[in-house]
């Protein structure tokens, strides 16, 4: 990590001052931290100067992006979730407005790390040409409007979705507790309809927005994600582990679909000798712990976490099959670069998926979310024909390689960025 000094023009386009939001950032664990790590580098090598304002956990940021850290009272550590912080810990009416929230049972980054971010670039409002928030949406975003810097927002999609999702799975008091949770949609609906540039990574995502948040169309920009092709990429010797599969889960939630994922081995199992790599996390005694147990299959399921991007790209690399069991999905940058690594794919039809991954039978299988019967019948499917496994493999490769770079979403995010240059002020109506 480097201080980004004075930009140099890059491709005969005058260079930016861009400052790039994000709450929280840690980029192996969910796709907002590798999201704001790729973009910034590629922002960097596109000769702009870029700042990522971040809070905990801080992001992983590469040569010639600036970290400039915003901390919170981080109050969802891994070693220490909902944690108690010490009376000295507390610095202002921020740090107590984020510790009030969580005892109420709410989820206070979006809103407090904006205010922070507001506190922090009124103080020096002229060292940025751009302020980029990476969906927080927080009222803090509002001030920096008003304050007369040139704002975008990216929504990856609106996490209205998350909530549907998540209610239609719990009960009772469950029902209760997650409406608080998720309390800040309410606050980033309203933020949301009065920003006057908004990118989002996928035309579905793009018309979630537009129903759910009621943002004008013609306010919207779609940015494909991408990845590294220099990274991600089919192994040099192939290397293949018979019978594994992998899947990735930011999160053990509903949302990702990983009960299904196991309900489908489980069934598999009976006739082929499979076993599931997990790049993720199961939270003790929650969903993924018990389907486990109910199915018996804790012997043939393996979770890593952590992993480095070697291992990452190593793990995806070695796996036969590669599944996203996701009742939704905005993009899907596990998706993309699992089939960067030429592991042929079975993916849902939930969300964006079907518009990154391409046409069923083609680059991926496709099949409708929730379902582990058609889960399971597409595994049978792939691991009895290693013709079709290397086809879809070979296409899949091919289209996240053709379709989906990060230095292709930096030159579209920049030129987004000179858009609203070019319109002036903020002009936003609520």
């Avoid at 582990?241 to 598999?268: H, W």
């Avoid at 043939?300 to 069991?325: K, N, W």
Wanted: net charge positive.
């Amino acid at each position: 990590m480097t201080v980004a000094g004075s930009a140099q023009p890059a491709g005969g386009r005058e260079s930016l001052r861009i400052a790039l939001l994000s709450y929280r950032g840690r980029d192996h664990c969910g796709g907002q931290g590798v999201y704001v790590r790729n973009l910034s580098r590629e922002l960097a090598r596109l000769g702009h100067a870029v700042d990522v304002l971040a809070g905990q956990p801080y992001p992983t940021l590469d040569d010639g992006v600036r970290l400039t850290p915003l901390p919170s009272l981080d109050l969802y550590r891994d070693d220490d979730p909902f944690r108690l912080p010490a009376p000295r810990e507390f610095r202002d009416w921020i740090d107590a407005t984020e510790f009030a929230t969580m005892c109420a049972a709410g989820f206070p980054e979006p809103l407090t790390f904006s205010l922070r971010a507001w506190r922090h670039l009124r103080r020096g409002r002229q060292r940025y040409d751009v302020v980029h928030d990476n969906q927080s949406l927080g009222y803090g975003l509002l001030g920096i409007q008003r304050a007369g810097l040139p704002l975008v927002a990216t929504i990856h999609h609106p996490i209205t979705v998350d909530r549907r999702i998540a209610l239609a799975d719990a009960t009772g008091w469950q029902r209760l507790s997650l409406r608080r949770w998720y309390g800040f949609l309410a606050m980033q609906r309203r933020v949301a309809r009065r920003l006057p540039t908004l990118i989002t990574v996928s035309e579905s995502s793009r018309d979630d927005i537009i129903r759910d948040f009621a943002v004008p169309a013609q306010r919207l920009r779609v940015v494909p994600a991408g990845i590294d092709p220099e990274v991600f990429r089919p192994p040099a010797e192939p290397d293949r582990i018979p019978g594994r599969i992998v899947t990735t889960a930011s999160a053990d939630v509903p949302l990702k679909g990983l009960v299904f994922l196991l309900e489908a081995l489980a069934k598999v199992r009976t006739e082929h000798d499979v076993h599931l790599v997990v790049i993720g996390k199961a939270r003790p005694g929650g969903p993924l712990v018990k389907a486990l147990r109910r199915l018996g299959i804790e012997e043939a399921v393996e979770f890593r976490s952590g992993l480095s991007q070697d291992e990452l790209v190593t793990t995806m690399q070695r796996a036969e099959i590669a599944v996203v069991p996701s009742l939704y999905e905005g993009f899907s940058l596990p998706a993309v670069e699992m089939m960067a690594c030429a592991t042929p794919l079975i993916a849902t039809t939930g969300g964006a998926l079907p518009e990154v991954v391409g046409r069923d039978g083609e680059t991926a299988l496709l099949v409708p979310p929730g379902d582990q019967e058609a889960l399971a019948v597409a595994l049978r499917r792939l691991i009895s024909d290693e013709a079709l496994r290397a086809r879809l493999g070979r296409a899949g490769h091919a289209r996240a390689h053709a379709r989906f770079t990060w230095r292709a979403a930096a030159r579209a995010t920049a030129e987004v960025y000179r858009t609203r240059l070019h319109a002036g002020g903020p002009r936003a109506h609520g």
